[in-house]
């Protein structure tokens, strides 16, 4: 089955360290996303790729890095200097970049102390 | 002012009722995107629309471009149906942002 996995589905950290997010799709999708979700907010843009080896920062990427050496892998790292990491992170994924429908993962809930 | 508003907020509806979910928007747009957000937290995309009517089994959604207005309905709501429901609009010209907005939590009690 074709789709978009995200791992761990909760994880905990302590404050200070940083924290690898994974995303993996087999949609063979070129573009893909990385958004935070936080309690009534809407979904905000953290990072995306349109392509391999390219990736630009979204609205709120500061504390946040990212890297796309594979099509299929889109890997968010959580560092210190983001300042409130505690967040619902959803990874999504669409054929190009653009006015196209984007697939979602199950999120992976991160909680730091 | 948020750039997309969805009302209402909460919603509460017992089952077999219709229902109706707002979306306003204030910028010009390429598409508009219903999803759909069960408890666990995953998201699926029910609807990508820019004019006139989908429908979907017991889903439809509607848009008005004149307007900057999109509305979905449920008929013959269901328990399964609990949900939040999220509006998202794509921007018109260059990248094409997606803009979220906060969701509509329904709850059909059976």
């Known amino acids: 089955d074709g789709g978009i996995t995200q791992s761990p589905k909760y994880l905990f950290r302590k404050e200070g360290q940083n924290v690898t997010l994974s995303c993996e799709q087999n949609?063979?999708?070129?573009?893909m996303y990385w958004y935070r979700q936080d309690p009534g907010q809407g979904l905000r843009l953290i990072y995306y790729s349109q392509i391999v080896n390219d990736f630009q920062k979204g609205d709120i990427a500061e504390g946040y890095s990212v890297s796309r050496e594979k099509k299929e892998s889109f890997p968010l790292t959580v560092t210190s200097a983001q300042k409130n990491p505690t967040a619902f992170y959803l990874c999504?994924?669409?054929?190009?970049?653009?006015?196209?429908?984007?697939?979602f993962g199950p999120g992976t809930r991160l909680t730091v102390t | 002012k948020n750039e997309v508003e969805q009302s209402p907020q909460n919603l509460t509806a017992q089952e077999g009722e219709f229902i109706t979910i707002n979306c306003s928007y204030s910028v010009g747009i390429s598409a508009l995107h219903w999803l759909q957000q069960h408890p666990g937290g995953g998201i699926v995309s029910l609807f990508m629309?820019?004019?006139g009517k989908k429908k979907h089994g017991r889903l439809i959604a509607t848009i008005n471009i004149q307007e900057k207005h999109s509305s979905l309905h449920i008929t013959a709501s269901h328990p399964r149906d609990s949900a939040v429901y999220i509006c998202?609009?794509?921007?018109?010209?260059?990248?094409?942002?997606?803009?979220f907005g906060t969701g509509t939590k329904l709850q059909v009690i059976p």
């Open positions: 999504a994924s669409s054929i190009l970049a653009g006015a196209y429908e984007q697939y």
């Open positions: 629309l820019s004019s």
């Open positions: 949609l063979n999708h070129d573009a």
């Open positions: 998202a609009v794509r921007s018109s010209g260059g990248y094409q942002k997606v803009t």
